[in-house]
């Protein structure tokens, strides 16, 4: 017949389209191809359904017939050897309605309840047979992951949080989390921590990407600063998931609030390392002058990014600079709020005004001085419940709203030893606050008593590190030594609250026999600490200091979780110790213990702080020529007819004295930064009540005018 042929193939005239189902030429018999006349119609429900039918159809068929019904006591065995050779078998339909379909092409838009069925029955046997089982049980045995016997084997999951409504026999199972760290920070390490210290990452690096998302964030203008590894070390060391949530958006918001992070990434790595870098000196100051840019303009003085940037710097100069400058740098912030309108006027939710008053009451106690009533006032503004028993907080001798630690006893890093000491610091501290202003002679000899009862009994706790054997494991042996510099700590503490009198001239009363083991350096003679004031002290408080210091860094304090759940009372330890050490080296200042006054070494110097470096010279801001001049140099003046050696030895003693002091204070730093976020009442509530311990100690630091000429050097 005519017409017929490709030539005169005509498509009918009902249907608007051209719609076939032919087999691919060189392609398997499964593939379909549709063909429309308008793009639209390939979305058409009746093209979908036949595309998808097509190709359940083809699965089907794949498969192969379900095997037949089999006893019960007969279990087949499925391997993935036996399923890929089962499967490479084509094998008819169970159904003999089943047409595929090609020979079916109308295709219905359901399918048959035998086809579904061998969907639901076949498809999750062979995948669930096909996975191995866990716990070293091989595939297709009778011990699978959900066995008891598998359970019994599996390591015990730790847990990311901890419930606030958990029972305290969960808690006790599980390990305490008193912050969440960030990605990648040392707490989320875990068995390849490690190797992160012996090999330290000097910065995020991208080897498949010539891009680089840091180079988005603000740039100092001076090229030699690595903002990469300086923002690497803060993340590791200091960031956590609750400053991601206010803090972190607003510090990368503004050039000023950003780079001011440097600051104390650059410190903290000094301190840590016991250097002093150029790289501090070039970050401070870049800072500094972006800080009074900022200032010299009305509307931009009182943002929250400017005073966030005040307040970091603050941070960097409690580690690196003297004491005048730090008061300075308190009464400077202190303004800023003012002209804001108040600690309630900050932004960041509160985060802005927990930090900054954390910050300057950290200050006020190293210093031994008394905070402005500004930031007292807001530390007692702050609620402070008490949490429910199975909520982990940062408990420490300074801050416990609850009856007892019950943080502190479930954690499985504290030993009875430490319990006993915190138990007993925490008795002191209440002593120390609970005495009135005036009180009756039977009063006070009452609390003395007290006092001196507790004193003799934290002198009485034997060193743990002393039976230290080689049998015990990393983790007792760092326990044992936490509980030692909980123990010196206690020490320091005790004496200088049974005594009344400052932290700063405390170490002369303590025996240095006590921590003659501990110490790594010369101990020193027992009469050491009972003649008068000279280079003996100093050979008394470098013996305890050097101890504390070498305890800190055998409990891994130094680059690791800051103690876990511990984290309160190493934070406590660290504050003790800065305020003990705070006549050590170039930082302090040479107080008259009778008059309370202080004369700071070296004032004409303390303008590098806040103006460049002379003669293109990278000089340490606020350390020029203190060094010579500093509080031990009265040691030398005075004992012009001594030997040599005890010049040369008071010199190495002061060098080394400012190391161990930056190294607690920048330790200290970090501790309350951690906690700053996710525990903002707690850290200020305790900085409150120690702030009350100074002050029931007598004061030796700068009055109020000394703190306001401190001030104008921000010519605010």
Excluded at 130 to 153: D, E, W
Aim: hydrophobic letters at 35%; glycine letters at 6%.
């Amino acid at each position: 017949m005519r017409g017929k042929g490709y030539g005169g193939f005509q498509p009918p005239a009902s249907n608007g389209r051209l719609k076939s189902s032919s087999k691919s030429p060189t392609g398997p018999k499964t593939f379909v191809f549709v063909t429309a006349t308008e793009p639209k119609q390939f979305n058409s429900t009746e093209t979908m359904r036949n595309v998808r039918s097509t190709v359940m159809h083809d699965v089907i068929r794949r498969r192969g017939e379900e095997p037949k019904a089999k006893p019960l006591h007969v279990v087949k065995k499925y391997t993935p050897r036996a399923m890929s050779r089962e499967n490479s078998k084509p094998t008819p339909p169970a159904s003999s309605t089943f047409r595929h379909p090609e020979q079916h092409p109308a295709n219905p838009p359901t399918i048959d309840s035998q086809t579904a069925l061998k969907l639901y029955r076949t498809e999750p046997k062979k995948i669930n047979r096909s996975i191995p089982s866990l716990s070293g049980s091989t595939p297709g045995s009778s011990t699978t992951a959900s066995s008891p016997k598998a359970l019994s084997r599996l390591p015990p999951k730790r847990p990311r949080t901890i419930d606030s409504f958990a029972t305290t026999e969960t808690l006790d199972e599980a390990e305490q989390i008193l912050v969440q760290p960030s990605q990648g920070s040392p707490n989320c390490r875990g068995m390849n921590e490690h190797f992160y210290l012996a090999y330290p990452t000097l910065g995020p690096v991208n080897f498949f990407s010539p891009y680089d998302p840091f180079y988005t964030l603000p740039r100092p203008s001076n090229t030699t600063i690595d903002v990469e590894r300086l923002k690497w070390h803060c993340h590791n060391y200091f960031g956590t998931r609750a400053m991601a949530h206010n803090w972190l958006p607003q510090a990368i918001n503004a050039r000023e609030s950003f780079l001011s992070t440097l600051c104390i990434s650059s410190t903290h790595e000094d301190a840590m390392a016991g250097v002093q870098s150029h790289v501090t000196v070039i970050v401070n100051t870049e800072v500094l002058h972006i800080i009074r840019e900022r200032l010299s303009e009305k509307w931009s003085r009182v943002r929250d990014s400017t005073i966030m940037s005040v307040a970091h710097l603050l941070c960097s100069r409690l580690v690196s600079s003297n004491e005048r400058e730090r008061a300075g740098h308190e009464d400077a912030l202190r303004q800023l709020i003012d002209e804001r309108g108040g600690m309630k006027a900050l932004g960041l939710r509160g985060e802005l005004a927990a930090v900054s008053t954390a910050m300057v009451l950290t200050s006020t106690i190293l210093r031994e001085a008394s905070p402005h009533p500004t930031f007292l006032a807001y530390a007692s503004t702050l609620d402070n419940p008490p949490p429910p028993p199975s909520k982990a907080i940062p408990e420490s001798p300074i801050y416990r709203p609850r009856d007892r630690f019950y943080t502190l006893e479930r954690s499985k890093n504290a030993s009875p030893v430490l319990l006993d000491l915190v138990y007993h610091t925490r008795s002191l501290t209440e002593l120390c606050l609970a005495t009135p202003a005036s009180p009756s002679a039977h009063t006070s000899a009452s609390i003395q008593t007290r006092k001196e009862q507790i004193r003799d009994q934290v002198r009485s706790t034997p060193s743990q590190v002393r039976a230290l054997g080689r049998e015990l494991d990393a983790r007792e042996k760092r326990k044992a030594w936490r509980a030692e510099a909980v123990r010196l700590a206690s020490l320091l503490y005790a004496e200088a609250v049974a005594a009344n009198t400052p932290f700063s001239s405390v170490a002369r009363l303590v025996d240095p026999t006590t921590c003659a083991s501990t110490c790594g350096g010369r101990p020193a003679s027992t009469t050491a600490s009972t003649t008068a004031s000279g280079p003996t002290d100093v050979e008394g408080k470098e013996t305890i200091l050097s101890a504390l210091h070498n305890a800190l860094k055998h409990s891994g304090a130094e680059y690791s979780d800051c103690w876990a759940d511990l984290t309160g009372v190493l934070f406590w330890v660290t504050l003790v110790a800065g305020a003990v050490a705070r006549f050590s080296g170039s930082g302090a200042s040479n107080v008259n213990a009778t008059t309370g006054t202080s004369n700071t070494v070296n004032e004409n110097n303390n303008n590098n702080s806040i103006t460049t470096t002379p003669n293109g010279k990278h000089e340490r801001a606020g350390f020029s020529g203190q060094r010579e001049t500093a509080h031990w140099g009265s040691v030398e003046t005075t004992a012009n007819a001594a030997s040599g050696w005890q010049a040369n030895g008071s010199k190495r003693l002061r060098e080394q004295e400012e190391r161990q002091r930056k190294w607690f204070i920048a330790l200290n730093v970090r501790c309350a930064i951690v906690l700053a976020f996710e525990h903002r009442v707690p850290v200020v509530r305790g900085l409150e009540g120690m702030v009350g311990v100074v002050g029931a100690l007598g004061r030796r630091g700068m009055g109020r005018r000394e703190v306001q000429q401190s001030a104008q050097l921000w010519e605010l």
